[in-house]
């Protein structure tokens, strides 16, 4: 059974900064793509950021400059580093993984979602 698990979400002033983290955890083969996306109060859920298994990494143009995307293959973790956090990055932030499972006899692909972790920015 595979699990993400999320940590690092909290009440921040505006400017200050917060570091989200992201563990994988089962029966993993490999995983591919892992990213960040967010969802505010009556809004979509969107993408942050996003970087792939061999580093290349993506991001909303509202998080450029201030947002940065890693992962540490050997730990499966991704993270979040939130600087010059403004008001507007206010949401519940949400890892998602696209990653092989499976056992010796079987194995399949598919998107994990972790549960979810709020930040809250302050003015």
């Known amino acids: 059974q595979v699990q993400l698990v999320e940590s690092g979400g909290g009440l921040v002033q505006a400017g200050g900064s917060l570091r989200l983290s992201c563990a994988a955890s089962g029966n993993i083969f490999r995983i591919n793509a892992m990213g960040w996306y967010r969802q505010a109060p009556g809004k979509q859920r969107e993408l942050v950021a996003a970087i792939t298994s061999g580093g290349s990494t993506n991001y909303a143009d509202s998080v450029k400059g201030r947002f940065t995307i890693s992962r540490d293959n050997a730990k499966n973790t991704v993270y979040l580093q939130m600087n010059s956090l403004k008001p507007e990055d206010t949401a519940v932030y949400y890892c998602?993984?696209?990653?092989?499972?499976?056992?010796?006899?079987?194995?399949?692909?598919?998107?994990?979602w972790g549960q979810g972790t709020q930040v809250t920015v302050s003015s």
């Open positions: 998602n993984a696209e990653l092989s499972y499976g056992s010796s006899w079987w194995a399949r692909s598919n998107d994990f």
